[in-house]
């Protein structure tokens, strides 16, 4: 099974509106991270939230928060008053394990092409 | 500029060559990590180093795949013998652990012919 699921492709939104994007995982580790990417077609990978196993509360970073539903196992991005510098392919990752121990790889979903409208 | 950067941004070879991608992480950056990105897909992970040692690699990285870290500052990966499934982006990035976020050069692309 993929740990990691995107399961929109693609995605629209008009500018100044918000959109979310969204990402599911498979875990059986009690002690997880979970990423947001963004790709630009550049290619450089620009990190824009994480979200810890044990956090309470909900990552927030700017226009940027992820919805963390642990029972459903999900992730999912909200990207607020989306600008057009926001078009890119979005990508939400997991690290199994904890800070310091275990394995610091990280695997990545399929991806979410973001297209803003003007 | 203090970020992660590769070096060749772009490489053409004919199959059969040898190829070298060079990643220059961040300096005060102990983890370097080496991805492949296929057309449509994420990163993959290939390999991690923590300084000079290599602590993890993948079943995706076959034995004409090398990679060396050899004073815990750049790190190079090495592919002999290549293939034209070896086409892809070629991502490192770099951290010094904390929660993992990585940081990512701009990868270097390798079309082989």
């Known amino acids: 099974a993929q740990k990691i699921t995107q399961t929109q492709p693609g995605m629209f939104v008009q500018e100044k509106e918000a959109v979310t994007l969204d990402c599911t995982y498979d875990t059986s580790d009690p002690s997880y991270g979970l990423f947001w990417y963004k790709q630009p077609s550049s290619g450089e990978m620009i990190f824009l939230i994480y979200q810890g196993s044990y956090d309470q509360q909900n990552a927030t970073e700017g226009r940027y928060s992820l919805n963390f539903q642990k029972a459903r196992k999900s992730a999912n991005l909200v990207i607020s008053a989306s600008q057009l510098g926001d078009s890119a392919m979005y990508f939400c990752a997991m690290r199994e394990g904890l800070s310091g121990a275990g394995s610091y790889q990280l695997t990545f979903g399929k991806g979410t092409k973001l297209s803003v409208i003007p | ?113």
């Open chain 2, 1 to 113: 500029d203090t970020g992660v950067s590769q070096d060749p941004r772009h490489k053409i070879t004919k199959r059969g060559q040898n190829v070298t991608f060079r990643c220059d992480p961040i300096s005060e950056h102990n983890r370097l990590y080496w991805y492949r990105q296929t057309l449509g897909q994420g990163p993959e992970f290939l390999t991690y180093f923590q300084n000079e040692a290599q602590l993890e690699k993948s079943r995706l990285l076959s034995d004409r795949f090398s990679a060396e870290r050899p004073k815990g500052s750049f790190s190079t990966l090495e592919i002999q013998r290549t293939e034209q499934g070896d086409s892809a982006m070629y991502l490192c990035a770099s951290s010094w652990g904390g929660t993992g976020e990585l940081f990512f050069g701009e990868g270097s692309r390798l079309t082989v012919l």
